[in-house]
């Protein structure tokens, strides 16, 4: 079975074990794109911490949305247990937080298809010969990264649109910033879902190098901030924060960092020397890494409240 369909499959699992995706948008090609809930409500006078995880906006990338199920059903069970030890444990103030936690499974489903099952799901044969140009004729797509307009959904964001390192000005497997900045559905449904929760951080899952992002072009005061949280994420990965300043531009978390003044990572998982795309078979390793990362946040967010 190819990857879309376990994703398909696991979706199912979900909504058997009583999770339900919010459907918040659709994707070029009329695909769902889906956004799960997990949340803690212990003390009502008091306004939630609100975590927004995203992943899969490369489209070759997809193993961080298997990352992201395995996390929505560690935090589902996470939550009951924190619950039940209420009675014994009020004094943590990490038990006495109220949280939601958003998980945006994947940004770039239709990019995502057609990585794993090629062409056959088109039905427009012009965007079919479109997609192979793009692709050089090469009918394997599993190194693909764009949206199906042939799009890098990560540097299509209205936050310094244009200046990236690699950016290109016309259609390609990667880095393509699109017409004008958030020309494309995917990025509009994302940025309104971000408006219409408002988080306080957010995760963005990528593929691969064992790395933390964290700067674009905040001020001192933010950085140092950004910085603190950034290193909490490291010591639980065991993964590199990289402190250069930054050659992206257009990215989510770019585009969080700028227009919403919220501390946003990029989360680079996976060993450098795996090659793309990266297979289930590691996904135990990158789950086991990253399994306590939100908690670890949320945390330091209680330790602030
Ligand atoms: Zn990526």
Request: glycine share 6%; net charge positive; aromatic share 14%.
């Amino acid at each position: 079975m190819n990857e879309y369909n376990i994703y398909l499959q696991k979706i199912n699992e979900l909504n058997n074990m009583g999770l339900e995706p919010i459907k918040y948008g659709e994707t070029t090609l009329g695909q769902p794109m889906y956004v799960y809930k997990l949340s803690k409500r212990v003390d009502y006078s008091k306004k939630p911490i609100k975590v927004l995880v995203q992943a899969g906006i490369h489209a070759r990338e997809y193993i961080t949305t298997f990352l992201l199920f395995s996390l929505i059903e560690y935090y589902n069970v996470r939550i009951f247990r924190e619950l039940s030890m209420l009675n014994k444990e009020r004094k943590s103030k990490y038990l006495k937080l109220n949280y939601e936690i958003y998980f945006a499974i994947n940004t770039n489903v239709d990019g995502f298809r057609l990585c794993t099952t090629g062409l056959d799901f088109i039905k427009d044969n012009k965007l079919k010969r479109q997609l192979l140009q793009i692709n050089q004729g090469n009918f394997d797509f599993s190194l693909f990264k764009a949206n199906i307009n042939g799009v890098d959904l990560n540097v299509n964001f209205d936050a310094h649109w244009g200046q990236g390192k690699s950016n290109l000005n016309f259609k390609n497997t990667e880095n393509y910033i699109g017409a004008y900045p958030n020309s494309e559905i995917e990025t509009q449904n994302l940025i309104n879902l971000t408006k219409s929760i408002n988080p306080d951080i957010t995760l963005s899952y990528h593929s691969k190098g064992e790395e933390i992002y964290y700067e674009f072009y905040q001020d001192n005061i933010r950085l140092k901030r950004d910085k603190e949280i950034a290193d909490i994420i490291a010591k639980t990965t065991k993964y590199k924060v990289v402190d250069v300043s930054s050659k992206s531009a257009g990215g989510f978390k770019d585009y969080c960092i700028e227009k919403l003044k919220i501390p946003s990572f990029t989360i680079e998982v996976g060993k450098d020397i795996y090659s793309h795309p990266l297979g289930l078979e590691k996904l135990p390793l990158i789950f086991k890494q990253n399994k306590y990362v939100i908690s670890n946040i949320l945390k330091y967010f209680a330790e602030r409240n």
